[in-house]
C-alpha cells in the first residue's frame, strides 16, 4: 500500500491544501481526494476548514473558527460539533490567555444532556489545578 500526501502552502507558509492519494499494491489508485482545505481571515487566523472533497467544490464537513479581540479562540463549530471557550468572562476570569470554561456541545443529537461545562482553575504559575466537568 502506498499512500501518496501532498501538501500546499500560500505565500506566508500557510497550509492550504492537503492531498492524498491511495495505492494498493497493482491496483488502481483511488481518487485523488482533497483531505483538508483551510481559509484564513485578514489578520491570518484559520477562519474554515473544510474536509473531504473529491471534486473541490462540495465538502463533506465544514469547521468555522471565531477569535475574541485578543486573537485568542472563542468557538469552534461544524454540523457535528460546536465548542465555546470563554477567558475573561463569568465569576472566574483570566486574563493571560487561560481558559476559565470550556462549552461543548454534540450537534447531532438535540438532547441538551450531551452538552458539556468545564470549568477549569490554576494555579499562580497558570498550572492548571482543578477541572469541574
Known amino acids: 500500500m ?20 491511495i495505492t494498493n499494491g497493482g491496483q488502481t489508485a483511488d481518487t485523488r481526494t482533497l483531505i483538508s482545505q483551510m481559509d484564513y481571515n485578514e489578520t491570518g487566523q484559520l477562519w474554515k476548514k473544510h474536509l473531504h472533497s473529491t471534486d473541490s467544490v462540495n465538502f463533506r464537513q465544514d469547521i468555522t473558527y471565531a477569535y475574541n479581540e485578543r486573537g485568542w479562540l472563542k468557538t469552534n463549530s461544524s454540523p457535528l460539533f460546536a465548542e465555546e471557550l470563554r477567558y475573561n468572562t ?42 469541574q466537568i
Do not use: P
Open 2 to 21: 502506498t499512500v501518496d500526501n501532498q501538501y500546499i502552502y500560500d505565500h506566508m507558509g500557510r497550509k492550504v491544501k492537503t492531498w492524498e492519494q
Open 90 to 131: 463569568g465569576a472566574t476570569k483570566y486574563y493571560n490567555g487561560n481558559i476559565a470554561y470550556q462549552f461543548a456541545r454534540n450537534l447531532r443529537f438535540s438532547d441538551l444532556t450531551l452538552a458539556t461545562e468545564i470549568v477549569k482553575e490554576y494555579s499562580a504559575l497558570g498550572v492548571i489545578c482543578s477541572i
